[in-house]
């Protein structure tokens, strides 16, 4: 039988004497700061992925600056079989064409129907809207085969798909017209639906992409996250709670500890952010299930100690609390700065999740050594006396002890082969992954990537960093090489430049000669054929789209075949390199920028962050427990079950998936703390029993698995099955890192059932012999 424990004015004391106090101070702390929630909103712009210091983010805010906005509205329009070059369908397309110009902040609209073609009549050029070039099918086909930057732009190989776009101008700090423009383009979308209806025109399906589009389906999928999840994971851990306590009061308690906990999490940090990002969705699951398992030790070792020790409610109240205080403090310290080191991640909602989460698992901590040692003193719950003991546990313990070689050997060898799995994985990071394929934007993005076969859109800057430098024809040159570069380039799908522009401008002049779609020979001639160019313009077209005003740098857009980050990483490297060797002898500068371009590197940024920011916190959470049980050796043993965790899920992710992306990389820090709960846990109670109870080591092993073995596993299968809740998410994010977690911590839990306990008996080694 356990004795109650000698008082001693230690922190725990006087903590136990204060736990009013410190129960009111919180509450009045979330009160104060309540006020605070109503002025929280989610944010809908895909930027807040990527802080202001990111170098891709800068490079693409220059790139706006000297060009528009990358902002866009798209509409993808389906025919079952037909062509769209048809009359009756041409005709359509170019009245829903006109009618995309009521979308608010458009700035310019762009289709098959209203691109402007370029040819020569005579000795003039001339530029006509190719809906108005005539209706016969052959003959626009012809023409726009013929042009290298209408083939396949705006209609499919198949010329079953056509695409509208609009480009936008707006201001992005206000929230509400992303939301107004995205119910335009929605209604807008309805309203030809009937139209086509009521004409019997078979059109398939319409469909709407583009930044605003994924801004707000992001948005509302994050909210949807919110109202389907949390309260899926409070009902599963309701259920556990109940079936593992066997009390309706104990998960009563535990459910309050954590509603508050999450609520004062929110209320806590709109005092200091008001916007929340994606990643906020998943606090309120992390929070949840980190905070129950404060709670599930706590009472664990409440009904243990009135169950098999015979304690009276009272005296188990003060044990339990004399027993779990060390390590829920110690667990729920580690754990905030496991989380805290996120704020290494180069992508702000995952500074925002580790803050809040460590804010979470504060809240919960003192919570827990407050209000339930506060509450049972008033409400005790009356477990009834049981004789037996905890048998599986101590066979296990036992059964460990007599075969820990084996164990260590099999253990150390599927853990290798785990492990070696990290080398299948490949960085990759893709915005339009992130939509399960429920939502219509995702059947969009798979249509564009059926049809065209091109998906991610690069902006490629070459400044002269000159006025008028564009005209100049070591500029003009190298322009041309670039173009033959990308051409030759099977990645490339589509090329949009200002030098085919000038390619088509110089052979229209020429009688629309091939032999002349080439660059204009000097810089008068450059000059004359850009202003020729802006006159043939109709109003609200303009040469800007493609010039700065400046006439310093030109824009070459292109499309480029599915890939992941990795490829496209390649591919900008391949391209850097290859622009060197054409701008020997000049200062052209190429700048690479783009939403993909910036998804490329994030992932792979974020995971060297995370890998850095992983061994510093493991390094100072293992220093942490080596002064708080006052021995070096526990510190250092305490490295074994928090490192292989985390190295063996990867491992079997790799093997499994064979890719990571960045809501993966931040796993290695988010489940660190979370790791450390059960190893301190087990390691506190057999320090407890070697150093306190004078036991052996494998007494103590017994004494550990023993008291704290079924809360381990408790604690174990509530996180997990909290955490199993987020694979139900629609964001494949967040779907993801929830499959991670759950298997990281089932894998904890072996680690800390075999390896651990023989760690401990090794290092720990006798000096007599001891009974079993």
Known sequence: MMKPSAQSPTWSDIIFKLRHLLFLGVILLGLVTSFGIPSLYFSNDFRVYFSQENPQLKAFDSFEEKFSSHDSVAFILALENSSWLSPKYLQKLNQFTEQTWQLPATTRVNSLTNYQYTQAEGDLIQTDAFFSLGSNVDFLRRKMLD?????????????????????????????????????????????????????????????????VVSNVTLENAVKNDLI???????????????????????????LFIVTISIIFTFSIFSFFKQELTPVAGFVPSVILTLAVADCVHYLTSYRY?????????????????????????????????????????????????????????TLAWVLSISFIPLILARFPINYPVRKTKNKGMLKLSRLLARNRVKVLIIMLGLSAISILGISQLRITENWSQYFGEEFRLSQAINLLKDKFNRLHRYEIVIDSQVNNGVNEPTYLNTLDQLIHYLERQSEVKHIQSYGYILKRLNQAMHQDSASYFQMPESRPLAAQYLLLYEFSLPQGLGANAFVTFDRSATRTSILLEPMDSQQLLEFETSLHDAFATMTTGNNVKLEVSGMDNIFAHIAHRNIVQMIFGSATALLVISLLIAIVLRSFKYGMISLLPNLI????????????????????????????????????????????????????????????????????????VILVAGFATLIASPLNPTAATGSLLCITLVIALIVDFTLLPIALMLFQKDKTKAKV
Request: with cysteine; charged share 15%; aromatic share 12%.
């Open 305 to 361: 100690l009135i169950e098999h020790e015979n304690y009276s409610p009272e005296a188990a109240n003060k044990e339990a609390y004399q027993i779990n205080f060390s390590p829920i403090s110690l667990t729920s310290v580690t754990t905030a700065i496991g989380v805290l080191f996120l704020n290494f991640s180069d992508s702000p909602p995952y500074r925002d999740l580790g803050n809040m989460v460590a804010i979470g698992v």
């Open 147 to 211: 042009d290298i930057q209408l083939k396949f732009t705006y209609l499919s190989p198949d010329e079953t798909v056509a695409v509208i776009q609009a480009d936008l101008e707006f201001n992005k700090s206000d929230k509400s017209e992303v939301k107004e423009i995205y119910l335009a383009a929605q209604a807008l979308q309805e309203q030809w639906n009937r139209t086509l209806l009521n004409a019997d025109l078979p059109i398939k399906e319409i469909y709407i992409v583009g930044s």
């Open 228 to 254: 389907l999840l949390v309260p899926l994971s409070y009902l599963i851990i309701t259920f556990g709670l109940l079936f593992f306590l066997r009390s309706i009061k104990a998960t009563l308690i535990t």
């Open 645 to 716: 965790p985390g190295a063996i899920a990867y491992g079997l992710w790799g093997y499994w998936f064979g890719y990571i992306d960045l809501a993966l990389s931040v796993v290695i820090c988010m489940s660190l703390g979370i790791i450390v709960d059960d190893s301190v846990h087990f390691i506190t109670k057999y320090s407890r029993a070697r150093d306190q109870l004078k036991q052996s080591s494998k007494e103590s092993l017994n004494y550990a698995f023993h008291v704290v073995g079924k809360a381990l596993v408790t604690t174990t």
